[in-house]
């Protein structure tokens, strides 16, 4: 089989290719000095596998 890996770069890109490449929508999301900014500011402030993880060392 061929290596062809350089060759992915000339190629022509499919719409959800090209989708993913432009991450400036997500841009407005993180944390700036330890608050969360941006999709997950909406007053919860755990994500289901920090609540899961949470559960799980509770119980110990």
Known sequence: MDNNK???K?????NPELR???????ADI????????GARDCGTNK???EKLYHKA???D
Request: charged share 40%; aromatic share 4%; net charge positive.
């Open 6 to 8: 350089n060759r992915m």
């Open 10 to 14: 000339d190629r022509p890109k499919s």
């Open 20 to 26: 993913k490449m432009y991450s400036e929508h997500g």
């Open 30 to 37: 993180g944390i700036e000095n330890g608050q969360k900014i």
């Open 47 to 49: 994500t289901k596998t």
């Open 57 to 59: 060392k509770k119980k």
